[in-house]
Structure formats: structure tokens, C-alpha cells
């Protein structure tokens, strides 16, 4: 659980007006984050470096329909689109893994390779899956640093909900390269760091 932080942001006039309506929506490490009336949220940002990796990200990947298009940035604040939709893990909890779901969950790697992303993970937390199945990103980081070449905590995640075996039958279907890598690589890392 996140700690409760003082924050102190100068935002510009439209921001401050829509903040003032906002509602809270929740905090996590990196942030606080309101729903603004117009549909956008604001995160808050407790450090400029987060606040730039996070924002470059979004501005890289404004074109594909898995990111939430930046409306605005401030010093320590961006507004953009609001992600409706349930997040992954607490989806796992209550629905199955289908086939569907699956394939978006490996299509959105694939878009991962397409934007040049060197890290090619991120945890279910930060997967919202919209009532469509179609899925959208919140919270990107490191992506274009850290080097991770396989969907370690997304794979774990779906470990820990039961539904690995559903996604890699998926993932064989479609490329059996990677299904051999990655189930190769995640079966490696649950047997040292999953006990």
C-alpha cells in the first residue's frame, strides 16, 4: 500500500479548474491520480524523472491503441485519457482467460517489438481489459531502457490466476518460436523465485 504524500504542483489555469471537480481515484507508488470531469484523469507526480519517462512513453506510442493519448504536461502533472475497463488481475479473478482475451494479451507484445520497445513485459496491474476484450496500458516505464526480451511479470501474474497454461497454448498457436522461449524462460524463473 502506498504512502500518503503531501503534493505541491503548479498547474495551469484549466488544470487547477478541472482538478478542483476531480474525484480521487487512487495512489500508487509513482503517484496520485484524479478523474477530471471531462473524462480525463491527472496524475500527480512525486518525481520529474517518473514524470518524464512516463510522458516520452506516451508521447512514442500516441499512435497505437494500446497507450492513453496525453492531453497535457505540466512539471510534475500530465492529464490524459481516461482507461476504462477492469485491470487484468482482478479481471482473472472473477472471468477465465479466453481465447480472445489471450490473443490481445499476445498481439500486445507484438505492438511492444513494433514500437521498439526493448522491454517487452509489464505486470497485469497495469492491463485494463475493456468490455470488448480489447486491453489498454496504464502506468509504462522503463520501456525503452531496461532490456527484458519475454513477458516475465505478465506471465507470473497469469501464473499466479491460474491461466499460464491457457495463455501459452495460445501463444504456440500463433508462434511457436516464441511459446518455446517463453515457456522455456518462465518455467526457469517459477522454479527459483516463485515458492
Not at 44 to 58: G, Q, T
Not at 76 to 81: G, K, M, P, Q, T
Not at 120 to 128: A, E, V
Request: with cysteine.
Amino acid at each position: 500500500m502506498a504512502k500518503n504524500y503531501c503534493y505541491s504542483v503548479n498547474l495551469s489555469e484549466k488544470a487547477e479548474e478541472l482538478l478542483k471537480q476531480g474525484e480521487y481515484l487512487g495512489e500508487g507508488h509513482n503517484g496520485v491520480v484524479f478523474l477530471l470531469p471531462d473524462n480525463n484523469v491527472m496524475k500527480i507526480f512525486k518525481s520529474k524523472d517518473v514524470l518524464s519517462d512516463e510522458s516520452s512513453i506516451l508521447y512514442r506510442t500516441r499512435k497505437s491503441k494500446y497507450f492513453p493519448h496525453i492531453v497535457e504536461v505540466g512539471d510534475y502533472y500530465i492529464i490524459r485519457e481516461y482507461v476504462e475497463g477492469k485491470r487484468l488481475d482482478k479481471y482473472l479473478k472473477q472471468n477465465s482467460l479466453n481465447i480472445k482475451l489471450s490473443e490481445n494479451l499476445f498481439d500486445l507484445i507484438e505492438e511492444f517489438s513494433r514500437l521498439h520497445f526493448k522491454r517487452k513485459d509489464l505486470r497485469c496491474k497495469d492491463i485494463f481489459v475493456r468490455s470488448d476484450m480489447s486491453l489498454m496500458i496504464i502506468d509504462p516505464k522503463n520501456n525503452y531502457d531496461k532490456e527484458v526480451n519475454y513477458p516475465r511479470h505478465l506471465m507470473k501474474g497469469l501464473s499466479k490466476a491460474g491461466v499460464l497454461e491457457d495463455f501459452l497454448n495460445v501463444v504456440k498457436q500463433k508462434d511457436k518460436k516464441k511459446y518455446r522461449l517463453w515457456k522455456s524462460k518462465i518455467n526457469k524463473y517459477l522454479k527459483y523465485h516463485i515458492k
